[in-house]
């Protein structure tokens, strides 16, 4: 679990206590007070429901404490509320100036999507995969797939955001290329920045944007390899985005590696017109402007 989801819960925790705290010492000037060598029974005026004070399996609530009720529990769960709408924002904000995500696509997210023929159906898939998306045991990823202009970085951005807002999971953003300058750094080739293979290996969510783009020589593979073999086995969701196909990827990386890529990560092909151009063309008009095929 990430510094700022735990420091969240644990502050969320604390506040629900108290509000749960509050509420029984309100409900106990109501009720009947004393020390009680027995079991007492009383109706609570806030919600009907029948209490005990006293020994039995209500020892737990220690001497002379009422049992909780229905008025109790919507306290939690009203300070729960009341704590999230006021602080969840700058725990969200906090977690997102960690992701190391370029400042070109850091405003990413589903609401600020334009949405295009070519994107929507990569689009559903990205807001279903953030909605369901679970801290504790999501293991598979997404590869997305398409031609470059078609949007696929944003859109691993904006699903990363997501998943970011509404599960506070601390995405880590990494270009391939970056990635494998990152390691090799000041190492005469070799694997050497361990800091960085540590976080790599170790996010919650890791985005490997542009996947077959870094200069595959035997060094670089072996990064690649085992950023992407370590978070296989310790069951880590990565998004991929890629210019190249399963196919491509196949030739370009080798078989082991797409395999383990592919077995986690649904391929999701986002492409069909490009991307920006099919944006630019819905700003010109009606007027649709002469286009060549594009170069690849
Ligand atoms: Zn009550």
């Not at 000037?29 to 109706?43: D, H, I, K, N």
């Not at 994107?119 to 293991?139: H, K, M, Q």
């Not at 997404?142 to 601390?170: D, F, M, P, Y």
Request: proline fraction near 3%.
């Amino acid at each position: 679990m990430n510094r700022h989801r735990t420091s969240f819960l644990m502050q969320r925790d604390g506040h629900v206590q108290d509000a749960a705290d509050n509420a029984r010492n309100e409900l106990a000037r109501q009720l009947p007070s004393g020390f009680m060598m027995e079991v007492v029974t009383a109706t609570c005026p806030g919600c009907g429901q029948e209490l005990t004070r006293g020994f039995g399996d209500k020892l737990f609530y220690g001497w002379g404490r009422w049992s909780d009720c229905q008025c109790v529990e919507n306290a939690k769960s009203r300070a729960a509320t009341e704590f999230s709408n006021a602080h969840r924002q700058r725990f969200v904000d906090a977690i997102w100036a960690d992701t190391n995500v370029p400042k070109h696509f850091r405003a990413s997210s589903f609401g600020t999507f334009e949405r295009t023929d070519a994107i929507n159906a990569g689009l559903a898939y990205c807001e279903e995969y953030a909605r369901a998306f679970d801290p504790e045991s999501t293991a598979t990823g997404i590869l997305l797939v398409g031609r470059s202009g078609t949007g696929k970085t944003s859109l691993a951005v904006a699903t990363a955001r997501a998943i970011a807002e509404q599960h506070l999971v601390q995405p880590l953003f990494y270009s391939s290329v970056t990635l494998v300058d990152d390691f090799l750094r000041g190492g005469n080739g070799r694997i050497f920045n361990y800091d960085a293979i540590d976080r790599t290996v170790a996010a919650e969510l890791l985005i490997l944007d542009d996947l077959g783009q870094e200069c595959v020589t035997e060094r670089s593979g072996e990064v690649l390899f085992r950023v992407i073999e370590y978070r296989y086995r310790e069951e880590r969701p990565t998004i991929f985005t890629s210019n190249y196909g399963v196919q491509q990827l196949r030739d370009h990386l080798g078989t082991s590696i797409t395999s383990r890529i592919v077995e986690r990560a649904a391929p999701v092909l986002v492409d069909g017109e490009d991307y920006r151009r099919q944006l630019a063309e819905r700003r010109l008009g009606e007027r649709r402007q002469p286009t060549r095929s594009p170069a690849r």
